[in-house]
């Protein structure tokens, strides 16, 4: 899918929000910023040592924690709601 939306001429970066869109709109989190910032942050520790953004990313960790808490309360809510 990620060649065919690249091959039309569109940016990566709208395929990669997509997710984060349709959650949103399902109600699963409520901020699509914030998961963005996380996403970021996660990219930020997979590719540096560098102290301070350690510690950004560091700092980051309590709200994280809180929205997907929220998230894995939604989901849970929306799980029981499906039947076999």
């Known amino acids: 899918m990620k060649k065919r ?4 001429g569109h940016k990566m970066e709208k395929l990669e929000l997509q997710p984060l869109r349709e959650a949103v709109k399902k109600g699963l989190i409520e901020d699509i910023d914030d998961w963005i910032g996380y996403r970021k942050m996660r990219n930020i520790t997979s590719h540096t040592y560098d102290y301070e953004k350690a510690m950004a990313v560091y700092n980051q ?15 849970e809510k929306y799980n029981a709601t499906i039947t076999d």
């Open 61 to 75: 960790i309590s709200a994280f924690m809180q929205r997907s808490g929220f998230l894995l309360q939604q989901l």
């Open 5 to 8: 939306w690249i091959l039309k």
